[in-house]
């Protein structure tokens, strides 16, 4: 650890890992403000929005946003529930960062789908348990791993208990993940209808990105839990201040944002300041060292917490892997993936494709980065047109059965 970069980046993590939520500069503050997502990004938009809260079996309080069209006669004939699972340190609101005919949850309320917005523990939205409090270590002993078996699971059985339907499920990116391996699971597949996946990972050691890839060589989430931090926070004081810094001019954040999800070819800097305002979202420790874990042994397993703990789990001394070609061959699946994206490789989508039994189907836009597939002001052209034909085939054809 003497060597400088190294020293840099982990004092850099570190500072984002400290403090609370409250003192903060005004620009990043518009998300702590008491209330919800509704209120504060959807209703303000001309739509339609309730809250929903729903527990996980571990007692995480989990916040849901059901949205409908602008619409009345639209809302008249709403069609079947689509569930939105966001990324790593981002939550649902990243569905609805741009205009209400960019943004893919704006697009499909007013498209008639009933929408449910998801938002995994620990975000801004979902930041509650029955006996935990965000300063306890326990509240941050996660990865994705009970974000795919815990939160979607309980998200799926909600919409699914409220709507009495199947649900189409959109993810994009860590939402990908959690997807992939929640769908090993027969009892979820059950609730579920179709899926779209953006940026699908469940194998990352063909990963790109240069900056992830030094963090991962000089173990820093091997030291950042050593040093108990096991809160990775954005929007703490220090934290912010170097965000700030970082974004400052939006250049320098395009060419920071670039460097970790490769070059996105339709991202709109101009917005930069207003993501800001509701991104980044907080996550654990944890689930950054089970995603390194990923980027080294490149596999697609639970997390391993060395060999006698994972006796102590498992019953054996490697963690278990998510074994997709479990999914099953009934469950239409669509996959956008970009020749730019530096997390979603190529390689790596290719491995999923070859380990599923089933043929997706499949949308490859070469110029398109990690975050294109969020943010890009042609999405709805380039990405979500197609998407929503699949769902409505998929509709199509299930009322013929």
């Known amino acids: 650890m003497d060597h400088p970069r190294a020293l840099a980046a982990l004092i850099m993590f570190f500072l984002f890992?400290?403090?609370?939520?409250?003192?903060?500069?005004?620009?990043r503050r518009k998300s702590q403000v008491t209330g919800g997502l509704c209120a504060h990004l959807i209703q303000s938009a001309g739509f339609p929005c309730t809250e929903h809260q729903t527990k996980t079996k571990d007692g995480f309080l989990l916040g849901l946003q059901r949205v409908s069209s602008r619409s009345t006669i639209v809302r008249g004939e709403m069609g079947l529930p689509v569930l939105l699972i966001h990324g790593l340190f981002m939550a649902g609101d990243a569905w609805f960062m741009n205009s209400a005919s960019q943004s893919l949850g704006f697009i499909l309320a007013d498209q008639g789908f009933d929408v449910w917005v998801g938002n995994v523990r620990g975000t801004h939205w979902s930041h509650g348990h029955v006996s935990l409090s965000v300063k306890n270590k326990e509240f941050w002993d996660w990865s994705w791993q009970e974000l795919a078996l815990y939160d979607l699971a309980e998200m799926i059985r909600y919409v699914y208990k409220i709507t009495k339907a199947k649900t189409f499920v959109v993810g994009h990116s860590q939402g990908t993940i959690m997807s992939l391996?929640?769908?090993?699971?027969?009892?979820?597949?059950?609730?579920?209808?179709?899926?779209?996946?953006?940026c699908p990972i469940s194998y990352l050691d063909h990963i790109t990105s240069d900056f992830v890839l030094r963090l991962v060589k000089i173990h820093l989430d091997e030291v950042i839990l050593a040093l108990g931090i096991h809160q990775l926070n954005f929007k703490s004081n220090m934290g912010t201040q170097i965000m700030d810094m970082m974004c400052d001019g939006h250049i320098h954040c395009d060419i920071w944002l670039s460097a970790i999800t490769g070059k996105n070819c339709c991202f709109n800097d101009s917005r930069i300041d207003f993501y800001l305002e509701y991104e980044p979202n907080p996550s654990s420790s944890k689930n950054l060292h089970h995603l390194f874990q990923m980027i080294r042994k490149g596999s697609f397993a639970m997390y391993d917490y060395g060999m006698w703990k994972n006796f102590m789990r498992y019953n054996q001394p490697k963690p278990p892997v998510f074994d997709i070609s479990q999914i099953p061959t009934s469950l239409p699946l669509w996959m956008g993936y970009g020749g730019n994206d530096a997390l979603a490789d190529v390689i790596d989508v290719q491995h999923i494709l070859k380990e599923l039994k089933s043929k997706p189907d499949l949308l490859y836009i070469e110029e398109y980065g990690h975050i294109d597939f969020l943010l890009s002001t042609r999405a709805k052209t380039d990405v979500y047109d197609d998407m929503i034909?699949?769902?409505?085939?998929?509709?199509?054809?299930?009322s013929f059965k």
């Open 17 to 27: 890992s400290v403090g609370d939520f409250t003192a903060v500069p005004q620009l």
């Open 181 to 198: 391996a929640a769908f090993t699971n027969p009892d979820i597949v059950d609730m579920v209808k179709a899926a779209a996946l953006l």
């Open 389 to 398: 034909r699949f769902f409505n085939s998929v509709q199509k054809v299930s």
